[in-house]
């Protein structure tokens, strides 16, 4: 079986943790979160809160990778954005 390679991003305003990890074919979303170790650095992160998506797609913890992946891990909203458009 061979390897894939897939980025893992997670943003704050102030900070970005980007990921470059090689995995097993077959490996999905949930194990890659697991072995960049995420979330150990950022124990706010709670996988039944925040969304995952690939891509700007969201997905589920089982959706299977592809080489070239690019996961995003979002935060959750803190106000909506037609609010936040008002303030400006």
Known sequence: MSNIFINLVYALPKKQ?????????????????????ILF??????????KIGIFGRFVKLSEILYD???????????AKPKDLFKRR
């Open 17 to 37: 943790y980007i990921y470059h990890i090689e995995l097993a074919s077959g490996s999905n979303v949930g194990q890659a979160i697991i072995i960049s170790d």
């Open 68 to 78: 070239g992946d690019r996961i995003e891990i979002y935060r959750p909203m803190t």
């Open 41 to 50: 650095l950022r124990p706010e992160i709670n996988l039944k809160k925040n």
